[in-house]
């Protein structure tokens, strides 16, 4: 199982060798693609050469490719993910409305439910209004209690100030980190043989990742909590490797402690027969402990 995150921040050239990625700078070094989860390319002095990226591919090695400001900017995905795609594409074609709806009521109720607990643990009194807005929230979330909750939970975190439109580093640092799990998420649904661009409820016709803009909702949390403990006066190369970082911590999930990269493959796979299913109940959520 892959597990490796690699982050190639400096003049490179990366190429494919008897089932390793060699990168050649100012030494050379060898890592078996079967090692490797994600690849982070943060420098555009780097060349790959075609036969490494082939091979990526087949591996379903996630690469993310930053710009010249070094944040996440595009990505490698396969056309086909898996061995039944037409088939999986077939059958989310034909998901009905209502499973996707109650789909997305639990998704967002687990979202706000740990935003909820976040609070709590750091003695916000504001949790009490997430806790009414559990209570609250409609099939397909109609009544928009995930807006109302997440304005309350940014003001509890940050200020009262605070909004995501502000360009400055705390929001640079959550667009980093929430670009850098949006990509685990495409991985794993172009893995699994589904397309990104039909979502349950994002349905963005410039949004190419809509279901993984979906699916990953209650993850947001994993990235919140650590730009939260960061001294962020500036947002550079280390906070941007904190939040890499964040595929790499622990989280519980189905009776068992599971790093987020494969907490998110779990999770996905939970999704996808609750669909096919019709039963919302096969979901599996994480924990995580705060």
């Not at 996905?268 to 096969?282: I, P, Q, R, T, Y």
């Amino acid at each position: 199982m892959s597990w490796r995150i690699v982050v190639i921040s400096k003049r490179a050239k990366l190429d494919y060798q008897l089932g390793y990625m060699v990168v050649r700078s100012e030494e050379t070094t060898k890592i078996h693609l079967g090692e490797i989860s994600t690849l982070l390319i943060e420098s555009p002095a780097v060349s790959v050469t075609s036969a490494l990226l082939s091979e990526f591919s087949k591996k379903k090695v996630k690469v993310i490719f930053c710009d010249e400001k070094r944040n996440p900017s595009s990505e490698l995905l396969s056309y086909y993910g898996s061995h039944d795609t037409s088939s999986k594409v077939r059958k989310q074609i034909q998901w009905s409305r209502n499973i996707k709806e109650t789909v997305w009521t639990e998704i967002v109720t687990e979202k706000i439910r740990k935003q909820k607990e976040l609070l709590e643990y750091l003695g916000k009194e504001e949790s009490r209004l997430l806790d009414g807005y559990l209570r609250e929230i409609r099939l397909n979330d109609e009544s928009n209690r995930e807006g109302h909750a997440a304005k309350v939970y940014f003001n509890a975190l940050f200020g009262l100030d605070f909004t995501r439109t502000l360009d400055n580093p705390i929001n640079a640092a959550l667009n980093y980190g929430y670009s850098i799990v949006l990509s685990a998420f495409t991985r794993e649904i172009a893995a699994n043989g589904y397309i990104t661009q039909l979502g349950l409820f994002h349905d963005n016709m410039f949004n190419q990742f809509n279901l993984a803009s979906d699916l990953m909702e209650p993850f947001r949390i994993l990235v919140d909590q650590e730009v939260l403990k960061m001294s962020l006066q500036d947002f550079e190369q280390k906070e941007k490797m904190r939040l890499v970082n964040v595929l790499n911590h622990e989280v519980r999930i189905d009776g068992k402690v599971q790093y987020v990269n494969n907490a998110v493959r779990i999770y996905c796979k939970s999704v996808f027969d609750a669909l096919n299913e019709s039963d919302s109940s096969m979901i599996r959520f994480y924990q995580i402990e705060l």
